[in-house]
């Protein structure tokens, strides 16, 4: 039996710039420029095995079997891998999640980055970094954000080749932390795809949110260089506003927020108010994500202790690249 085997270990991460919408959802080429925190604690191993003996791809997550209907994307990936190694046959796929439900984040970044890093891995060899966030890109765009550690910015691009991510500081270069307020672990009633779409075709305010984002870029490029954790925080939560006006003025106009949402936002100004410096950021979901210096990370956490249970606050910090040993 002719086996080739690859291993990849990738981090989940969080836009602090937002990715909101594509101009083509086969490449997923999103319409505006985006910077995300790459996150320490929360990571997606994968393990894929070539073999000229499977006559079809096999997909386990977490040692579960995962039904074929279920890997379009998974599927898109691997042809663009073995496309461009010149390979024919099928992999069985072994993944293994670190990204508890509880954390209220995502781990399709991770799980995306980590399966084109185990089939590049496989195939050929894995030292160009930026290819891989382009094949990571085709099963989930922030995918390509997780190829990278630290801060990171992803071109939007115009076709494959120049829709890439690419790091601006490293994990030790930057004290920015993230502490999770888990508001609501179940499933949205509206997934980013389609929320994405939605608000894309009817919101009125959609070409200005992408042009403010573009224009945010730079800004928030300069501000990660200087380590400028004011501007940062005031340009994310400007971001995440933004994006969520895009929903309430869609139509018919839907919400992601929940009732403890806005709690838990105005407990961040008050916070602010009160001289402990941390802003806000929330993604396509209800949960709030406070971003804080190493020095508050305490005192913020216990501030939001006195109104949210101890297992609704999870603690990160900024997280390492793709690593393709499991040590």
């Given at each position: 039996m002719n086996e080739k085997h690859g291993f990849a270990r990738a981090h989940t991460n969080i836009a602090l710039l937002k990715y909101w919408g594509k101009i083509n959802s086969d490449l997923i080429l999103p319409a505006n420029d985006s910077?995300?925190?790459?996150?320490?604690?929360?990571y997606t191993d994968t393990e894929v095995t070539f073999s000229d003996e499977y006559t079809s791809n096999l997909f386990y997550l977490n040692h579960q079997l995962i039904d074929v209907k279920k890997m379009q994307r998974i599927n898109r990936v691997l042809e663009a891998v073995k496309s461009e190694f010149g390979y024919q046959g099928f992999a069985k796929i072994e993944s293994e999640n670190h990204v508890p439900t509880a954390a209220g984040l995502a781990s399709s970044a991770s799980g995306m980055a980590a399966l084109a890093?185990?089939?590049v891995s496989a195939l050929g060899s894995h030292t160009d970094l930026t290819n891989l966030s382009r094949l990571a890109r085709l099963g989930s765009g922030s995918a390509s954000r997780s190829v990278f550690g630290g801060i990171v910015h992803w071109h939007r691009g115009y076709d494959h080749q120049s829709s890439f991510a690419e790091q601006i500081v490293?994990?030790?270069?930057?004290?920015l932390n993230m502490i999770t307020i888990v508001i609501d672990r179940r499933q949205k009633k509206v997934k980013s795809t389609l929320g994405m779409q939605h608000t894309a075709s009817t919101s009125p305010f959609y070409p200005a949110w992408v042009e403010a984002t573009n224009q945010a870029i730079p800004e928030m490029i300069s501000a990660v260089q200087n380590n400028d954790f004011t501007k940062i925080g005031e340009l994310a939560e400007h971001s995440a506003a933004m994006m969520h006006a895009t929903t309430l003025s869609s139509k018919p106009a839907f919400t992601y927020f929940a009732p403890e949402t806005i709690q838990a936002i105005k407990l961040v100004e008050q916070l602010r108010e009160s001289g402990?410096?941390?802003?806000?950021?929330?993604?396509?979901g209800p949960n709030v994500k406070v971003l804080c210096q190493s020095k508050n990370i305490t005192r913020v956490k216990r501030f939001f202790a006195s109104y949210f249970d101890q297992d609704q606050l999870v603690v990160a910090k900024p997280g390492s690249g793709i690593k393709f040993?499991?040590?």
């Open positions: 910077i995300s925190l790459t996150l320490d604690k929360f890093g185990a089939a490293s994990e030790d270069q930057i004290d402990i410096e941390c802003y806000y950021t929330i993604d396509a040993t499991k040590n």
